[in-house]
């Protein structure tokens, strides 16, 4: 596995392997690898010739008040994982690389609407930091498919669009959410709980799959069920942010043209901020079945 400090550097040597006609998969991360990126990246080799991974600490994504600093950084052990996954190409930039003139004179890509809503409410800028760096990480490393994880559905609901408006020729490829096994989903920040919080943290996607299943077996009053289920948050000890039933592909109200739900919810456990979300198909003939997605 080689590694890369800059951009030019790694645009030389990735210009080698199209030279020699292989594909090129792109896994971005801020690193501190758990083993839901080792599936986005095994997701990736069996799509291309050569996996690029990024490993990047982007602080135009995070507001004033959040954990830059805190966020943990562990090179050595993620070099490591990447290595042991035939990883070939790691790119690991510096700040003054990614924005040579600082974050306050960089130029920002901004999605509308779908950047606006759930965790871009809650968060603002977040999203236009993660866009800007995403298209920057793409325009350094032009891959043929892009690899990014479910559980941050609104993310990759973004990166989409960007890449559909923007006419990117980059294939964007979700992979489900890797899970604990009492369900939680797999996080850097899920280190950052206690004991005794993360004993609670399952909670947020029981209430998730309890929504589903409602839904499924026919309730349609989403309000009652939103309420419901922040209620259930807060008696088991979380600080709901949001919890949403939205349309899938819009991240907009569920109307009567819906085909697939998406249930997301954002809760701070003490200091640690936790999402989730699962799917529901409303097409009882699609592949996904009644209850699809989310595992």
């Known amino acids: 596995m080689r590694t890369y400090n800059n951009s030019a550097q790694i645009h030389t040597a990735l210009a080698g392997f199209r030279h020699n006609g292989q594909s090129i998969a792109f896994v971005p991360t801020m690193g501190n690898l758990h083993e839901g990126h080792l599936d986005l990246v095994r997701k990736a080799r069996q799509l291309?010739?050569?996996?690029?991974?990024s490993i990047f600490v982007n602080p135009l994504q995070f507001g004033p008040n959040e954990d830059l600093d805190a966020y943990p950084r562990t090179l050595a052990a993620d070099k490591e994982k990447l290595f042991s996954e035939g990883v070939q190409v790691l790119y690991a930039p510096s700040v003054e690389d990614i924005y040579p003139q600082g974050t306050h004179a960089q130029t920002l890509v901004h999605v509308p609407e779908l950047g606006e809503t759930l965790c871009?409410?809650?968060?603002?800028?977040?999203?236009?930091?993660?866009?800007?760096?995403?298209?920057?990480?793409?325009?350094?490393?032009?891959?043929?498919?892009?690899?990014?994880?479910?559980?941050?559905?609104?993310?990759?609901?973004?990166?989409?669009?960007?890449?559909?408006?923007?006419?990117?020729?980059?294939?964007?490829?979700?992979?489900?959410?890797?899970?604990?096994?009492?369900?939680?989903?797999?996080?850097?920040?899920?280190?950052?709980?206690?004991?005794?919080?993360?004993?609670?943290?399952?909670?947020?996607?029981?209430?998730?799959?309890?929504?589903?299943?409602?839904?499924?077996?026919?309730?349609?009053?989403?309000?009652?069920?939103?309420?419901?289920?922040?209620?259930?948050?807060?008696?088991?000890?979380?600080?709901?942010?949001?919890?949403?039933?939205?349309?899938?592909?819009?991240?907009?109200?569920v109307t009567e043209d819906t085909e697939e739900i998406a249930i997301l919810a954002a809760a701070r456990l003490g200091t640690t901020r936790l999402i989730d979300n699962v799917k529901l198909s409303l097409n009882p003939v699609s592949d996904w079945g009644m209850l699809a997605g989310g595992h």
């Open 48 to 53: 291309c010739d050569v996996v690029v991974v």
């Open 120 to 253: 871009g409410s809650s968060r603002p800028g977040h999203f236009d930091g993660v866009t800007t760096v995403v298209s920057k990480l793409f325009n350094i490393v032009q891959p043929d498919v892009a690899v990014f994880g479910e559980k941050d559905f609104q993310q990759l609901s973004i990166v989409r669009k960007m890449v559909k408006d923007l006419c990117l020729p980059i294939r964007i490829v979700g992979v489900a959410t890797a899970r604990d096994a009492d369900g939680l989903a797999k996080s850097s920040r899920n280190g950052y709980l206690s004991f005794d919080q993360r004993r609670i943290a399952p909670v947020l996607n029981q209430t998730l799959n309890c929504c589903r299943e409602a839904i499924a077996c026919g309730f349609d009053n989403f309000l009652q069920l939103e309420s419901h289920a922040r209620m259930k948050l807060l008696q088991a000890g979380f600080d709901p942010d949001y919890f949403a039933i939205r349309d899938a592909r819009t991240l907009r109200a």
